[in-house]
Each structure stands twice: as structure tokens, then as C-alpha cells.
T-cell receptor, first 115, second 111 residues
Framework: AQTVTQSQPEMSVQEAETVTLSCTYD???????LFWYKQPPSRQMILVIR??????QNATENRFSVNFQKAAKSFSLKISDSQLGDAAMYFC????????????FGKGTKLSVKP | DAGVTQSPTHLIKTRGQQVTLRCSPK?????VSWYQQALGQGPQFIFQ???????QRGNFPDRFSGHQFPNYSSELNVNALLLGDSALYLC??????????FGPGTRLLVL
């Protein structure tokens, strides 16, 4: 069965600095998708970024980028120029490709941003 | 364009009762998934509905059931509530094989 592991329960970053959140996963599939979702105290789960496993190029969305290492099964999220509004729980998630598969989530990393 | 909506936002029930949670998917989305998120944990998949049928199910007992209507909206029903059912219940929708987008959730407290 596929698993997702986030080894950092909490992280802290100074405003305007850069922080990297770690995620590893385990799967025997070759076709899959990886996601980072953000969940602020309002509870709404918001998509941050998505990566298709078949793409070698790392996904980027404005200040958010990933380092996707397929052989190592690693999928880290880098947040540049951190803002106070980035403070939230961040969840890494996996989904099998080729089907309407469900998401498998890690336990999350709580990110604090210091002014 | 309205996103995924859920109702109610909060709910308090007692053990043994039954509860129904509702979800309206984002416009153009035909697939609805339900997740349970216990405090301090990541969401756990309950089941997924497509074309009014349960297509996939996670490791949840039969007390958890659902329904999808012709307009793609969905309900999650939980019977014989236990204290351990207290959680945030999230609904997500997606078009075809697209990315899942989440609603704001329903916070259920079982006393």
C-alpha cells in the first residue's frame, strides 16, 4: 500500500526568508501524482502545487516550488519570500495515476511565520 | 464560479444518533470524495462517488454510507455515532481525472 511520510511536525521561518518542507512516499506504481495542500486555521484545504510523476521538470507556482526526486521518492516544497499568510498546516498527498484514485495524505507539517 | 460547498459548518450529536452531511461540488465536477480528518492528523479517505455510484471505498465501517444525486451533489450518512467519529469531514470534487478541490468542511462533535 502507498504511504506518505512528513517527518517535520513543525517548522518555523522568518518573514521574507525561504523554508523547505519535506515529504517522502512509498509506491510501486510508475504513474502517479503528488500534491501539496495548505490548511489554514479556517480549515479549508487549498491546493498549493501539483506534480505529475512522468514530468521531470519540477512544478512551480509563484513563490512555491517543489524538488521532485523520483528515484528517492522524495517530494519537498520550497516556499520563497515567506509571508505571514503562509502560516498553516501543509499536507503532502499522493494519488495513483490512470484512475479516479483517492488521495493519501501525510500527517502534515505546521508552518509558523515570524514577523 | 462557486467552489465546493458543505453544510452544516458545525454539528453536535450524541452517541448512537445518526447524522447527514451535505456537499455540493464545484461547477463542472462530476466526482465527489469524502474524507475524515481527526484532530492533528491528515485526512483519511472514506469513499468516492461517480455517476451516483460508490466507486471506491476506504477502510471505514458500514455505518458510513453515502449518496450522490443526479446534480452531482452528495451526502455522507453516519449511523450509530461513536465518540471516535468526532472529526472534520471534508468533501472534495474533481472533473474526470483532474485535481481534487476541497470544501470548507463540517466539524462534527459527538458527545
Amino acid at each position: 500500500a502507498q504511504t506518505v511520510t512528513q517527518s517535520q511536525p513543525e517548522m518555523s521561518v522568518q518573514e521574507a526568508e525561504t523554508v523547505t518542507l519535506s515529504c517522502t512516499y512509498d509506491t510501486s506504481e510508475s504513474d502517479y501524482y503528488l500534491f501539496w495542500y495548505k490548511q489554514p486555521p479556517s480549515r479549508q484545504m487549498i491546493l498549493v502545487i501539483r506534480q505529475e510523476a512522468y514530468k521531470q521538470q519540477n512544478a512551480t507556482e509563484n513563490r512555491f516550488s517543489v524538488n521532485f526526486q523520483k528515484a528517492a521518492k522524495s517530494f519537498s516544497l520550497k516556499i520563497s519570500d515567506s509571508q505571514l499568510g503562509d502560516a498553516a498546516m501543509y499536507f503532502c498527498a499522493y494519488k495513483d495515476g490512470g484512475s479516479q484514485g483517492n488521495l493519501i495524505f501525510g500527517k502534515g507539517t505546521k508552518l509558523s511565520v515570524k514577523p | 464560479d462557486a467552489g465546493v460547498t458543505q453544510s452544516p459548518t458545525h454539528l453536535i450529536k450524541t452517541r448512537g444518533q445518526q447524522v447527514t452531511l451535505r456537499c455540493s461540488p464545484k461547477s463542472g465536477h462530476d466526482t465527489v470524495s469524502w474524507y475524515q480528518q481527526a484532530l492533528g492528523q491528515g485526512p483519511q479517505f472514506i469513499f468516492q462517488y461517480y455517476e451516483e455510484e460508490e466507486r471506491q471505498r476506504g477502510n471505514f465501517p458500514d455505518r458510513f454510507s453515502g449518496h450522490q444525486f443526479p446534480n452531482y451533489s452528495s451526502e455522507l450518512n453516519v449511523n450509530a455515532l461513536l465518540l471516535g467519529d468526532s472529526a472534520l469531514y471534508l468533501c472534495a470534487s474533481n472533473p474526470g481525472q483532474g485535481t481534487q478541490y476541497f470544501g470548507p468542511g463540517t466539524r462534527l462533535l459527538v458527545l
